[in-house]
């Protein structure tokens, strides 16, 4: 997988082929969006219509900044 950061590109070999993911069950599978739990704590996350697509990775700090400003409204419009 190539993660590209900025002007960067760094090559990353992620093994992602064991991991859980999850999306929410009644959602549109061409819109959803699934997430999985990595063992170092980040999150690794793709679109369910194309799984061998790309995907995003966030690291824990990342991951629990996202989920916090959710559950605070961050993202309300």
Avoid: Q
């Amino acid at each position: 997988m190539t993660v590209s950061t900025g002007d960067k590109e760094a090559l990353y070999a992620l093994d992602l082929s064991d991991v859980k993911w999850i999306g929410a069950p009644d959602s549109d599978p061409h819109d959803r969006v699934e997430i999985a739990h990595l063992p170092d704590g980040a999150v690794a996350m793709r679109k369910a219509a194309t799984p061998g697509g790309p995907v995003l990775c966030y690291d824990a700090a990342e991951w629990k900044a996202f989920i916090l400003g959710a559950r605070n409204g961050e993202f309300d419009v």
